[in-house]
Every structure is written in C-alpha cells, then in structure tokens.
C-alpha cells in the first residue's frame, strides 16, 4: 500500500496531462502513486497520461490509470471515486494542466509528520489572455499561513490552491469527503476547520497553476452558485461561529443585498472579526488585516448584484 496516493481528475486535457505526470512523477516520493481517472474524454487524454509516464519505453510503476464512472457531479464524483479507488494514508491533489514543482511533497510529507492534517504550497500562476495574447508568469507571494491563522483566512477568501493540497485521508474521511457543491475545495477547507484539524500554507511555491479563460472557477455563473450556495454558507457559518461566537455571511455574499442591509451586514462581520485578528499579536495580524480592509473596498465598491464579479477569487 503506498503511503500517499496524489489523485489527478482529467477530462479532454490531451495538450496538459502529459506535463502534468511528468512533473508530479519527478516530484512524488518513491512510497507513492499518481492515479489518475480519465472522465470520459473524447480526445487522447488517457494516452498522453501514460506517455507523461514513460520513459525509455518503460512505464513508471507509480501511474495507475483508471476510468471514472460517467454520472451527475462533475468533479465531486470523479474525486469520489478516486478516494474509493485508493487506500493510502495521505491524499494528495493535481489537476491536469498545472506543473508540479520539485519538492512539494517532501516539504508537505514533513508538516504532516510533525501534526498538521492538511497542508499547502503557494503557485505561480500562468496567466493566459482570453484574446490568445502573451502569457503571464506572477508568483504569488509565498508567505507561510499557520494553523492559528488559516480559518481566519478562510472567512476573507480561500488562500490556497487546491492541486497544492496534502491531507490526511483520516480528515478527509472524518468530516465527509467532498460534497457536490460549487467550489468543492474551499467547502472541504471550511468543514476541516470547523472540525478542529490543523491547516497550513508553507512559504515555499510547489506548483505552476494555470489561469485560463476557460476554467469553471473563471465563469461568472460559478462564482454566483458559490457564493449563494446554502450548503457552503452553512459551514461558513459555523466555521465563523467557532472562530468569533456569531454566525457570519459571507462578504462576497453581502454583494446581493440593498446598500442598507450591505452596510449593516459588513458592519456586523468587522465588529465579530477584528478582535479575533487583533488577538493574533501584530505580526501575524497584519496580513489578515489588509485583507479584511481590501475585502471591505471591494464590497463597498459594488454597485449593484447585477455588477457583482471578483477578479482572482476562487472560492
């Protein structure tokens, strides 16, 4: 049995996967397997991830190729699956255009020996134009997240990416897996914290994560599901319950509402969270305050719910 399964969803991705293998191959441990479920792709997919594999005409042993079963759920039931189909002891995460760095898994298999139940790397974006123009390579700063801070983050944005993810299946399994909701990820992080585990954000890069016109967390219609679903604005607040003593809206969702109710909803959201920032010590404050004003800004720069949109947010 492998200790760490890295599970990698792959539809139509015939001109990415094969990077996408390689890369996360170089940098997996050798107590380790790559599995990745083709979803019913009508173009090469499966073949170009076993090519990623193949060198010298020998397929690493660490690739494992499966079907995913076709039906309602898109993602959720493809990682589903994937979590069905595996037995390891940690779950790790890669989709199929991004590019593994080296050293991810080494610098997450060392927090999650030392306590942590799920840990993430920083990306560097590969940001490509809808006009097909020249793409754009932006680091995001890689500053580290502790345990103590993460669910504070978790109530101002989803500060981590998602193919960057190690966890725990023991957490994974405790609290439920994946739910067929609109950001799936950022759901899954809300109920972990909630339940108590430990999340980190290393300060190091570990993947180069492409932003594209064409991905689902781009359209507009996504974030609008994401940000009303009512599943995810329960353990949202109930996540903001544990962290402050009040049940909380979320400020994206606040957008929604007449200027009045907005002003009065952003209002009760500051006065629950500042303190708990300002408890953190001002180092560790610091960050989660110019968070907070820049997500006040944005709110009150919205005009209407028919001008609602969130360059970069992904949840």
């Known amino acids: 049995m492998p200790r760490l399964s890295v599970l990698l969803p792959a539809r139509n991705a015939e001109s990415t996967v094969a990077r996408a293998v390689r890369s996360t191959l170089v940098a997996l441990p050798p107590d380790a397997e790559l599995v990745v479920a083709d979803d019913g792709s009508a173009d090469r997919t499966a073949e ?49 255009d991004d590019i593994s760095l080296p050293g991810r898994f080494g610098a997450a298999l060392g927090r999650l020996d030392a306590g942590d139940d799920m840990v993430f790397l920083q990306q ?38 998602h193919p960057t993810m190690v966890a725990s299946r023991r957490l994974l399994e405790r609290v439920g897996g994946y739910r067929d909701v609109p950001a799936e990820d950022y759901d899954l992080w809300l109920r972990s914290a909630s339940a108590g585990a430990r999340l980190r954000r290393l300060g190091r890069w570990g993947l180069v994560y492409r932003v594209h016109p064409a991905q689902t967390t781009a359209s507009a219609r996504w974030r609008s599901a994401s940000w009303t679903d009512e599943r995810q604005q329960d353990a949202f607040a109930e996540l903001s319950e544990r962290l402050t003593g009040v049940r909380l809206q979320r400020i994206v969702s606040l957008a929604a509402l007449p200027p009045a109710e907005r002003e009065a909803g952003l209002a009760r959201f500051t006065a629950a969270v500042e303190p708990v920032i300002a408890a953190l010590g001002p180092r560790r404050a610091a960050v989660l305050t110019r968070r907070l004003a820049a997500r006040r800004s944005w709110l009150r720069a919205q005009q209407s719910p028919s001008a609602q949109h969130l360059q970069g947010e992904t949840a």
């Open 48 to 96: 170009r991830a076993l090519a990623g594999a193949t060198r010298r005409g020998v397929v690493d042993p660490r690739l494992r190729l499966v079907d995913a079963a076709p039906g309602p759920g898109g993602i959720t039931r493809v990682l589903t699956q994937l979590l069905e189909t595996t037995d390891s002891e940690l779950v790790g995460r890669m989709d199929a």
């Open 124 to 161: 560097i974006e590969l940001r490509e134009p809808a006009d097909g123009g020249r793409r754009r390579i932006v680091p995001r700063a890689p500053y580290p997240i502790g345990p103590d801070e993460f669910p504070l983050h978790l109530l101002l944005t989803n500060p981590v990416c």
